[in-house]
């Protein structure tokens, strides 16, 4: 005596399974599915669930995925994001999307105070308002001989800042004598008032733009050793550009 299966099935040992869904014996005796597979048509697969999809061998969100966006292979472009199925910039630090890029309106001229406001010839963007420029044009400010401007963010670099107000970056920031008179001119041209300074031979000035504060402390390079915490993004370096 023997087992005779039928009804389409197959007898892999002692037991009659159907091949075709069968996650143990998928397209044959003992050709099981990993885990998390299932077994249709005789082959393994992925079960997406929650509204996901199988896009290769994962299950993704394609409504979230930067890789598979809106369907499988679709992927976002870099700094890109993935939000309802569409790729996207997302715009942080007080920045604003225009068209492709992130710009600060308050003083970006070819965005100043709103995408695609440009300021007009000799003109720099103040706070959201073209201005007319000078030797230093705003929000920058002539001390020393030199053009002196704050940073956007703590992540913009010398030649960066310089060139928003159409100047060239000195060979390296000036390292002027910080005495207490100095960080107050400096802050005064900029509209802020001084902390005080933090060693009597510190090599950077930085100024928190919210709370119209400078002071001065040591800069190292990519390190941002500055008042308040270590690395506290509220505080930005201060340049010196060519007037």
Known sequence: CGLVCVGGTTKCANVCVDTKC???NCGGCGKACGQGEVCSNGACGLVCGGGATKCGNVCVDT???PANCGSCGKACAKDEVCVNSAC????VGGTTKCGSACVNTNYDPAHCGGCNKPCGNNQACLGGQCVNAGKC???GFEYKNFCWIVANAWQENQSSACSRIGKSPTAQTINVVWDAGALTAVSQGFGYTSIGVYQCCANAMWCNVGAKQCGTHNYHGSQYNNYGPYGDSNWWPVYTCNP
């Open 22 to 24: 069968d996650p143990a």
């Open 63 to 65: 409504k979230t995925d």
């Open 88 to 91: 996207g910039l997302v715009c």
């Open 137 to 139: 044009p705003p929000p």
